[in-house]
């Protein structure tokens, strides 16, 4: 069966998930994660998913009132295809009742070389029950957009979101 645990820095599943994350998001999208691993203000959590005891991959999130925003999240390589992210995703959502989940992803471009993965991440989403939102921003060189569920979202409360977690953990513009 599926469950999500904490990760602290240290810990196997914190050098796993380190591993992943290196293969799944390239160097330009990639923060340090251990100041979201060692936050105490109850804003970020890092999630590994496990299954018979074994990571099968991670979920990063921001939390701020009634918003928790995925920022990294990623099933290992040879478990993908099986629905465990989908499986993950339910997951989340189980465990933040009434709050409305967020999730950026790469525009498609069909001029980019990703073209077809962005494509598919978005009908991934599209499938679990995300909607598009209006909220389009730039970020490393990238364009993105917001998807939610559980609610829509205007980019007011997206800056509001940013705002108000920036005044609770330090450098969480960074993300």
């Known amino acids: 069966m599926l469950g999500l645990i904490p990760v602290y820095p240290g810990t196997s599943e914190a050098a796993q998930l380190q591993a992943l994350y290196i293969r799944a998001f390239p160097a330009n999208e ?59 995703l339910a997951a989340v959502r189980e465990a933040s009742p009434g709050m409305r989940l967020l999730v950026d992803i790469e525009a498609p471009d069909p001029t980019a070389e990703n073209h077809l993965q962005r494509v598919r991440r978005q009908e991934f989403y599209l499938r679990n029950g995300y909607t598009e939102t209006p909220v389009r921003y730039s970020w490393r060189g990238e364009d993105y957009i917001i998807l939610s569920r559980g609610g829509s979202l205007t980019p007011e409360e997206f800056h509001r979101f940013w705002d108000d977690l920036s005044h609770s953990i330090s450098n969480a513009k960074r993300y």
């Open 30 to 88: 990639r923060r340090p994660l251990e100041p979201l691993m060692t936050d105490q203000t109850g804003h970020a959590q890092v999630l590994a998913a496990m299954e018979e005891g074994e990571f099968r991959g991670f979920v990063c999130s921001l939390i701020q009132g009634d918003l928790l925003h995925i920022i990294y999240f990623a099933v290992t390589e040879n478990q993908r295809g099986r629905g465990l992210g989908s499986q993950i």
